[in-house]
Nanobody, 119 residues
Framework: QVQLVEAGGGLVQPGGSLRLSCAAS????????MGWYRQAPGKERELVAR???????NYADSVKGRFTISRDNAKNTVWLQMNSLKPDDTAVYYC?????????????WGPGTQVTVSP
Protein backbone atom coordinates (compact mmCIF):
# COMPACT_ATOMS: atom_id res chain seq x y z
CA GLN A 1 0.00 0.00 0.00
CA VAL A 2 1.19 3.50 -0.85
CA GLN A 3 0.78 6.55 1.33
CA LEU A 4 1.59 10.08 0.20
CA VAL A 5 2.17 13.03 2.50
CA GLU A 6 2.45 16.56 1.17
CA ALA A 7 4.12 19.50 2.90
CA GLY A 8 5.11 23.07 2.14
CA GLY A 9 1.86 24.84 1.45
CA GLY A 10 0.95 28.16 2.97
CA LEU A 11 0.16 31.81 2.38
CA VAL A 12 2.40 33.79 0.04
CA GLN A 13 2.20 37.15 -1.66
CA PRO A 14 1.90 37.46 -5.43
CA GLY A 15 5.30 37.08 -7.03
CA GLY A 16 6.53 34.91 -4.20
CA SER A 17 7.71 31.31 -4.14
CA LEU A 18 6.83 28.09 -2.39
CA ARG A 19 8.27 24.60 -2.55
CA LEU A 20 5.95 21.66 -2.05
CA SER A 21 7.20 18.21 -1.16
CA CYS A 22 5.56 14.80 -1.26
CA ALA A 23 7.00 11.80 0.53
CA ALA A 24 5.83 8.36 -0.53
CA SER A 25 5.83 5.13 1.42
CA UNK A 26 6.25 1.74 -0.17
CA UNK A 27 8.65 0.32 -2.74
CA UNK A 28 7.20 1.36 -6.09
CA UNK A 29 8.12 5.06 -6.10
CA UNK A 30 11.03 4.64 -8.51
CA UNK A 31 8.91 2.94 -11.18
CA UNK A 32 5.93 5.25 -10.83
CA UNK A 33 4.88 8.43 -12.54
CA MET A 34 4.51 11.22 -10.00
CA GLY A 35 2.34 14.25 -10.42
CA TRP A 36 0.99 17.38 -8.79
CA TYR A 37 -2.62 18.35 -9.28
CA ARG A 38 -4.61 21.24 -7.87
CA GLN A 39 -8.22 22.06 -7.21
CA ALA A 40 -9.53 25.55 -6.66
CA PRO A 41 -12.95 26.22 -5.09
CA GLY A 42 -15.72 25.51 -7.57
CA LYS A 43 -13.34 24.06 -10.14
CA GLU A 44 -12.31 20.59 -11.21
CA ARG A 45 -9.02 19.06 -10.20
CA GLU A 46 -6.39 19.75 -12.85
CA LEU A 47 -2.92 18.51 -13.66
CA VAL A 48 -0.15 20.94 -12.75
CA ALA A 49 2.97 18.93 -13.51
CA ARG A 50 4.06 15.34 -13.95
CA UNK A 51 7.38 13.48 -13.97
CA UNK A 52 7.81 9.94 -15.25
CA UNK A 53 10.06 7.28 -13.76
CA UNK A 54 12.67 8.12 -16.40
CA UNK A 55 12.54 11.83 -15.63
CA UNK A 56 10.38 13.12 -18.44
CA UNK A 57 8.22 16.06 -17.44
CA ASN A 58 5.16 17.89 -18.65
CA TYR A 59 3.41 20.97 -17.32
CA ALA A 60 0.11 22.74 -17.59
CA ASP A 61 0.39 25.73 -19.90
CA SER A 62 -0.58 28.03 -17.04
CA VAL A 63 2.53 27.14 -15.01
CA LYS A 64 5.17 26.63 -17.70
CA GLY A 65 8.28 28.67 -16.97
CA ARG A 66 7.21 29.26 -13.35
CA PHE A 67 6.91 25.80 -11.79
CA THR A 68 9.44 22.96 -11.76
CA ILE A 69 8.78 19.37 -10.78
CA SER A 70 11.63 17.13 -9.63
CA ARG A 71 12.08 13.79 -7.93
CA ASP A 72 14.65 11.85 -5.92
CA ASN A 73 14.08 8.11 -6.09
CA ALA A 74 16.54 7.48 -3.27
CA LYS A 75 14.40 9.63 -0.98
CA ASN A 76 10.99 8.56 -2.35
CA THR A 77 10.21 12.24 -2.69
CA VAL A 78 8.88 14.56 -5.37
CA TRP A 79 8.96 18.35 -5.20
CA LEU A 80 7.15 21.19 -6.89
CA GLN A 81 9.06 24.47 -6.95
CA MET A 82 6.61 27.29 -7.56
CA ASN A 83 7.93 30.72 -8.50
CA SER A 84 6.24 33.95 -9.57
CA LEU A 85 3.05 32.84 -7.89
CA LYS A 86 -0.23 34.43 -8.90
CA PRO A 87 -3.59 34.64 -7.13
CA ASP A 88 -4.91 32.18 -9.74
CA ASP A 89 -2.51 29.58 -8.33
CA THR A 90 -4.54 29.50 -5.13
CA ALA A 91 -5.80 25.95 -4.65
CA VAL A 92 -5.39 22.74 -2.73
CA TYR A 93 -2.42 20.92 -4.24
CA TYR A 94 -2.45 17.13 -4.34
CA CYS A 95 0.38 14.69 -4.87
CA UNK A 96 -0.36 11.76 -7.18
CA UNK A 97 1.38 8.43 -7.76
CA UNK A 98 0.43 6.21 -10.68
CA UNK A 99 1.11 2.51 -10.13
CA UNK A 100 1.60 1.11 -13.62
CA UNK A 101 2.40 -2.45 -12.69
CA UNK A 102 -1.05 -3.69 -13.65
CA UNK A 103 -3.84 -2.69 -15.98
CA UNK A 104 -5.88 -0.76 -15.10
CA UNK A 105 -3.40 1.47 -13.38
CA UNK A 106 -3.95 2.50 -9.77
CA UNK A 107 -3.87 6.12 -8.65
CA UNK A 108 -2.85 7.11 -5.15
CA TRP A 109 -3.47 10.57 -3.72
CA GLY A 110 -2.18 12.56 -0.81
CA PRO A 111 -4.56 14.49 1.47
CA GLY A 112 -3.58 17.80 -0.13
CA THR A 113 -1.91 21.00 1.01
CA GLN A 114 -3.41 24.48 0.74
CA VAL A 115 -1.61 27.15 -1.25
CA THR A 116 -2.99 30.67 -0.97
CA VAL A 117 -1.56 33.53 -3.01
CA SER A 118 -2.82 36.85 -1.71
CA PRO A 119 -1.50 40.34 -0.94
Amino acid sequence: QVQLVEAGGGLVQPGGSLRLSCAASGSIFSISTMGWYRQAPGKERELVARVTSSGGTNYADSVKGRFTISRDNAKNTVWLQMNSLKPDDTAVYYCNLVDIRWIPVTNYWGPGTQVTVSP
